[in-house]
């Protein structure tokens, strides 16, 4: 289930990308958050320090801003679409940046995203998620 907050990004992800079609006089593509071709896990690495690894520090382990995303109680639970999604829209609701334009001289295209997918999902293992370590607050 989406917030509101995430909901709000994506409408004004698509909204720029309509006003950017009406501009070339082109119809939407409403493909914006499907990936065109398979992405390159190797090229996704790199992707990932340039984008990523800021806030999730190195190899996707967590860092001061923002935890694991290679977990694998994470990533067995998410698709590669969603991942996809949250890449390209953020996490506004954990304060995570809109990838689009989180480094100005270079926003996060199709095919980089594609990249960093690939990359995330070479990460999961062949069974089971890991169990979560130490426990929850508020439960005994």
Not at 12 to 37: D, I, Q, S
Not at 67 to 82: D, E, K, P, R, T
Request: charged share 25%; with cysteine.
């Amino acid at each position: 289930m989406l917030t509101q907050q995430q909901v709000d990004a994506i409408r004004r992800r698509n909204a720029r990308a309509v006003g950017k079609a009406r501009g070339r006089r082109r119809r939407p593509h409403a493909t914006l958050f499907r990936a065109g071709e398979e992405g390159d896990r190797k090229r996704g690495a790199a992707v990932y320090e340039t984008y990523c690894a800021s806030c999730h520090g190195a190899g996707g382990r967590g860092g001061e801003k923002a935890g694991s995303i290679v977990a694998g109680s994470f990533l067995a639970l998410v698709s590669n679409q969603s991942l996809r999604t949250m890449v390209i829209v953020g996490r506004p609701d954990l304060g995570a940046p809109d990838f689009s334009g989180n480094l100005p001289d270079a926003p996060c295209r199709r095919t980089k995203s594609s990249d960093v997918v690939a990359w995330l999902s070479a990460q999961r293992t062949q069974g089971r998620g890991a169990a979560i370590s130490g426990r929850l607050p508020g439960r005994e």
